[in-house]
């Protein structure tokens, strides 16, 4: 009886021990099913704030509203310490990199221009002449070119055939069999083209014209819609109108630096408050825009057309959207990261930014939208700032950093070694070092040396001392910038606030390895994403394999930065 009485409660014993560990295991599998249906996101909108250094967005806080930077700094995942690890800070180098998970070394854009040694030109990162823009008006005028990357493109084609690793955009459009819809949208030529990648379509905004554009690699024609669009001129309805403050001067933390010595007059722009725009058919006109908040209001409204139109985020396959808001960086090269017109530009996208989210709330729903927003790079403070500040900077000309090289490759017995100059690369005269019998390396470290003792140059690094040098975490940058073919032989790196200087009316810069130049935001923003504020160390690269992960896709072919796990949980 007894011995009854303990196979029974064995038995019990047992079928309890089966049905907790059956019970765990149902619930494994719960989760693990419910990990792979994910969180039901119809449309990834990737928003890129062209030359949004990261601290601006705190130190202009108390000037935002609700709904835009709050909404997305108080709802999502907030990673305050990102830094891109590569040495050219650039537009198109710190795109490709949002786009791609992947550093220039991988992705070939290794700055907004490059020397291509064998045809002897210079480069237009996404130049194409294969595929010239298509004209939006019949006798279209040209207006001034100032962006002094655009400026050097020979060609009016563009194109993403450069970029040599796939976006995150073209693992969407493989994953689901071509379904996705892709789009990207900027102000820039290159914040449209790069994040759009190979398989997408891409629409900028035209300083010729105020039209947003396309190239023929995309459309043979342009969609209804587009034409419509182009045919409001909404631009135009600005001729004659100035960018004013939104907000009563005393409520800004930087009231008193408008009228700075130093920044730019874009040829009657002015350096203070009210900035005429003059009127639509001055040849600056458009250009001046850009350079204000009607540039992001502009890029925000062709975008809500192209959402309504492209029926985008309608459906169970998810869509992607990159909108790249150009106007911070447009003010900052002319009137510097501390400028009254800095904060203002950034409290007036604040309010862009908030429009765009209810609108997405409205059309696509923000329960079924995963929002990114980073930058592409930081910026700068002028030389003349900080040098008033007590912290001395300077410009440093390019046509002396030729003359000095070439002295140096006169002691060599070669006159004019330097075949190409665009910063921060010096391509040689490499033809002549060798009909001269030189060692390419000794003549290379020579240069390097001499132009590492100059004034605002803190290293040039002659590409081959990369490996030996790689400790150095400045070197590091400068190898993760570093494509075989399209590099110069030696990379200049100037001092913190000096600037590698372009002649024109660009004022302030970015495109150094130092931190103000590397720090950007990361935000992600969505369904089940938490509310929370991360400090650790990421960076960019990170960005494209966590879209990834959270669609439970692998990450882009060349990626190579890891989803972040916060974003996640
Ligand atoms: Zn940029």
Excluded: C
């Excluded at 196979?7 to 792979?36: C, G, H, K, P």
């Excluded at 967005?57 to 509203?65: K, M, P, S």
């Excluded at 490709?96 to 070394?105: D, H, K, M, N, R």
């Excluded at 910038?481 to 590099?487: K, L």
């Amino acid at each position: 009886m007894r011995e009854k009485m303990y196979i029974w409660i064995a038995i019990r014993r047992i079928s309890q021990i089966i049905m907790v560990v059956l019970t765990l295991f149902l619930a494994e599998n719960f989760t693990y099913a419910d990990a792979q249906t994910g969180p039901d996101v119809r449309l990834v909108l990737q928003i890129t704030i062209d030359g949004l250094r990261s601290d601006l967005i705190n130190r202009y806080e108390n000037g935002f509203g609700k709904g835009g930077f709050r909404y997305l700094m108080e709802k999502g995942t907030y990673y305050t310490n990102a830094h891109y690890q590569h040495a050219n800070t650039e537009t198109i180098v710190g795109h490709t990199t949002l786009a791609t998970g992947t550093f220039p070394s991988q992705h070939g854009m290794i700055g907004n221009v490059w020397f291509d040694r064998e045809t002897g030109e210079l480069a237009y990162n996404i130049g194409d002449p294969d595929h010239p823009i298509i004209s939006t008006r019949e006798n279209e005028s040209t207006g001034e070119q100032i962006d002094p990357a655009q400026k050097k493109s020979r060609t009016q084609g563009r194109s993403p055939t450069a970029i040599l690793a796939p976006t995150f955009s073209d693992g969407l459009a493989a994953y689901y069999g071509g379904r996705s819809k892709i789009f990207g949208v900027s102000g820039k030529d290159r914040g449209a083209v790069s994040m759009a990648g190979h398989v997408g379509k891409a629409f900028w905004y035209s300083t010729n014209t105020g039209d947003f554009v396309t190239s023929t690699y995309y459309y043979d024609t342009y969609p209804d819609w587009v034409s419509k669009w182009n045919a409001r001129r909404q631009a135009e309805e600005y001729s004659g109108k100035s960018w004013s403050l939104l907000n009563d001067v005393s409520s800004y933390l930087l009231a008193a630096q408008d009228d700075r010595p130093y920044e730019a007059d874009l040829k009657g722009y002015g350096r203070v408050f009210p900035h005429p725009f003059g009127q639509a058919d001055d040849k600056l006109f458009y250009t001046r825009i850009l350079v204000s908040p009607i540039g992001d209001k502009l890029t925000l409204d062709f975008s809500k057309a192209l959402i309504t139109h492209e029926q985008l985020g309608q459906d169970e396959i998810p869509d992607y959207l990159s909108i790249s808001f150009s106007s911070v960086d447009a003010v900052n090269h002319f009137f510097g990261p501390s400028s009254l017109e800095n904060e203002d530009i950034v409290v007036q996208l604040d309010r862009t930014l908030a429009d765009l989210i209810e609108f997405i709330d409205k059309s696509v729903g923000l329960d079924h939208t995963l929002i990114v927003l980073s930058a592409d790079h930081g910026m700068a403070d002028m030389p003349e700032y900080m040098t008033e500040l007590g912290f001395k900077a300077g410009r440093l000309e390019p046509d002396a950093i030729v003359k000095m090289t070439n002295k140096v490759g006169q002691q060599y017995g070669i006159d004019e070694i330097v075949r190409f100059f665009y910063r921060p690369y010096l391509y040689l005269d490499n033809e002549k070092i060798s009909a001269a019998k030189l060692d390419q390396t000794v003549v290379e470290q020579a240069i390097a040396d001499a132009l590492t003792n100059t004034d605002g140059i803190a290293l040039a690094v002659a590409s081959s001392r990369l490996s030996s040098q790689r400790s150095n975490p400045l070197v590091a940058q400068v190898q993760r910038n570093t494509h075989i073919t399209r590099s110069g032989d030696i990379y200049i790196i100037q001092e913190p606030y000096w600037f590698l200087f372009d002649k024109g009316p660009v004022k302030a810069m970015h495109g150094s390895p130092w931190r103000y130049d590397t720090h950007v935001p990361i935000i992600f923003a969505g369904p089940t994403i938490g509310a929370q504020t991360v400090h650790r160390l990421v960076h960019p690269v990170d960005v494209a394999p966590t879209i990834a992960a959270f669609l439970g896709m692998t990450p882009p072919g060349s990626a190579q930065g890891s989803a972040l796990e916060e974003v996640l949980r």
